[in-house]
């Protein structure tokens, strides 16, 4: 039955997705600072060239971990979204428990998986001159991945009900906290002794424990989340609320293991050409990157908005979100694009000053440019999907986007017709096109469905 909440109007809809998408943006731009804090508080350690080896090396593996657990997690946002909106707080609740268990049940691999990363950096051929040093980060790193998958939950949980300002807080504090604590494990100071990559992983692990904490005094005595009840019942775990969140969350998984290795495998593609045209990649993928994180925010946003539409019964109503979600993402798009056709020299400058590196990365970023439009697209139609609980069949599109279309069109432009970095360029924007495009059409066969139907597709409420 649809409900009888009239459907809000364009300006109400603009100001609520970007109320919630501003702190998610804050706090994810806040975390990428974390990283490029490590990397340049390692660049000037006595080993450099060796510490930022390893911090490549094992952060990539500490990335893939944190995809596949984030991933799984991500299924909390949208099912509490529709239980919120369908005024199910105690649910939401419930189901923000399983989570919790979901995260013990993730903590022990993604442990496991960092602390003996060395022996999958053996398999992948790493100079042996890195891997001790990695192995030292890494097994510093772990203890902080168990601590992840709780943040992660809470988080979730936090954003389902709309209330996204935590992200905001704990990114802050994390990237704030981040570098006394390398000062002092790094480089030695205050009594201890000097680290160096090991201190950098001990220190990322302390940041995530302490943001753990602080999630969860902050969810359990901030006023807006007492109605929920997360932490005022203790029960085990419910293989109904479990399966469910399963069925959701696995394919998000998969979609952003596949989506990540099309970036992952163009970095090492591009690596085999050499340092300048790997270095130049480099700085047009990392601005990318921090680009990428206002259509990231934005997704989030909408997936929350809507899954409160549907849960309220209001097909419509999500059919509007997801559409104003889009607009606001292809108008900041190409903010983005227009930064780097006008200012590429500029954005390069910030990263080198390498006269044969900036010529070639300048080349890259109005590739990048192109790059903005199909990317920011196709992570909103990911998020509204999500908010539909969508999710296994934007996995198989993102298969066949990414690597059938994008990174077997990328190799063959750079290896088979000598196009160098640009052919892998053209590459991933034909897989991002791709992916948008089929994703954009998934939206519309959807939210016509859902309309047609005129029933909510949030979880049935437990017996």
Request: a positive charge; aromatic letters at 10%.
């Amino acid at each position: 039955m649809h409900s009888s909440t009239p459907k809000p109007t364009l300006r109400f809809e603009i100001r609520r997705t970007l109320q919630l998408a501003a702190p998610v943006m804050i706090g994810l731009v806040a975390g990428f600072a974390m990283n490029f804090i490590d990397t340049v508080m390692a660049g000037r350690l006595p080993e450099r060239e060796v510490a930022l080896a390893a911090l490549a090396t094992g952060g990539a593996l500490w990335s893939a971990g944190l995809l596949a657990a984030l991933g799984v997690l991500m299924a909390v946002q949208p099912t509490v979204a529709h239980l919120d909106g369908a005024g199910q707080r105690e649910e939401a609740g419930a189901v923000a428990r399983q989570g919790l268990w979901l995260a013990l049940a993730l903590a022990a691999p993604f442990f496991l998986f960092v602390f003996h990363g060395a022996a999958v950096l053996r398999w992948l051929d790493v100079d042996p001159a890195i891997i001790p040093v990695a192995d030292d980060y890494l097994r510093a790193l772990a203890p902080g991945a168990p601590l992840m998958c709780f943040v992660l939950a809470q988080r979730f949980f936090s954003e389902g009900t709309g209330h996204t300002r935590p992200t905001m807080y704990i990114g802050l504090a994390g990237a704030l906290l981040n570098i006394p604590f390398n000062w002092v494990l790094m480089y030695g100071h205050l009594g201890f002794p000097a680290m160096g990559a090991r201190g950098c992983g001990y220190a990322t692990s302390l940041v995530i424990g302490l943001q753990a904490l602080g999630l969860y005094l902050y969810l359990r005595h901030h006023g807006h989340f007492l109605p929920y009840g997360l932490f005022s019942r203790r029960e085990g775990p419910d293989r109904r609320r479990l399966g469910d969140l399963l069925r959701v969350g696995a394919p998000i998984s998969g979609t952003l293991f596949v989506e990540g290795s099309l970036f992952m495998a163009a970095s090492l593609l591009i690596g085999r050409l050499g340092a300048t045209p790997t270095a130049s990649h480099l700085v047009a993928i990392n601005f990318s990157a921090l680009m990428f994180m206002i259509p990231l925010g934005l997704g989030s946003a909408v997936t929350t908005r809507v899954g409160n539409a549907l849960g309220r019964g209001d097909p419509e109503g999500a059919r509007h979100a997801g559409l104003v979600g889009a607009g606001i993402v292809l108008v900041t798009q190409c903010l983005s694009a227009t930064l780097m056709v006008v200012f590429p020299g500029v954005i390069v400058s910030i990263y080198t000053a390498d006269p044969e590196i900036a010529v070639l990365a300048v080349s890259l970023l109005s590739l990048a440019a192109i790059f903005q439009l199909p990317d920011g697209i196709q992570i909103c139609m990911a998020g509204i999907l999500r908010g539909y609980r969508d999710t296994l069949v934007p996995m198989w599109v993102n298969v066949l986007s990414y690597w059938v279309i994008g990174l077997s069109l990328g190799y063959w432009l750079t290896f088979g017709r000598g196009l160098g970095p640009a052919g892998m360029w053209w590459g991933m924007i034909a897989g991002l096109t791709a992916g948008a495009i089929l994703l954009s059409a998934r939206f519309a066969w959807r939210s016509r469905r859902a309309i047609r139907d005129g029933l909510s597709v949030r979880p049935a409420p437990a017996p």
